[in-house]
């Protein structure tokens, strides 16, 4: 079964794991990344650019309409929820924050399972909330494969801990092999 989406929701602790993920990816997914990450509002994004410095691919800030694209990374931006239109549109949206986040983990993996079905993989990984849970739960109704950052290995472990102990995952991973399982997971793919 082909993966077309890795959607990856992290918080606190989860930039170090994204950026060794980043770092060591191969350089021709088959694939597309949407990362969907707390963080502050600001006038101006730097995580895109930092990301870049370590990435062979593309790293792309999603804004309203972007079209989703093979073997390109994408940011949700701060301050808006991200919606998947279909397999190869995205929307944003402002409306209240949940989990006291915007973007929140759970409405983007809720669409993309919505969406995506049994083509998705969602990667949850550190972070102080429990933002993620749901949309994994909803990503697991529609077929989708889940993967959990080790509580044991996360900066921060309750989301990664509320996760494992709520829903039925296919995989706890570690920073040092999520890099690993996903480029098996693109060679797969090939096949």
Same mark, same amino acid.
């Given at each position: ?7 990856? /929701?992290?918080?606190? /602790? ?9 770092? +060591? ?117 529609? /077929? ?41 997971? +693109?060679? +797969?793919?090939?096949?």
């Amino acid at each position: 079964m082909e993966t077309e989406l890795v959607i990856i /929701g992290g918080s606190a /602790g989860s930039l170090q794991v994204i950026i060794e993920l980043i770092r +060591n990816l191969d350089a021709d997914l088959s694939f597309s990344i949407v990362l969907v990450v707390h963080r502050k509002a600001q006038s101006v994004s730097i995580l895109p650019s930092l990301l870049q410095q370590y990435s062979k691919i593309e790293v792309i800030e999603i804004e309203d309409k972007t079209e989703i694209e093979i073997n390109k990374i994408y940011i949700a931006p701060a301050d808006y929820h991200l919606l998947f239109d279909d397999k190869t549109n995205v929307s944003l949206d402002r409306s209240e924050k949940l989990h006291f986040s915007r973007p929140s983990i759970d409405i983007a993996f809720s669409s993309a399972g919505e969406v995506f079905g049994d083509k998705l993989l969602a990667v949850l990984l550190s972070g102080a909330n429990s933002d993620g849970v749901e949309g994994l739960q909803h990503i697991k109704k529609n /077929g989708g494969k889940i993967w959990i950052q080790n509580p044991d290995t996360a900066q921060v472990d309750y989301m990664p801990r509320q996760a494992a102990e709520r829903v039925r995952f296919n995989q706890l991973i570690t920073s040092e092999n999520l890099p690993i399982q996903l480029n098996e997971l +693109n060679k +797969n793919n090939k096949l």
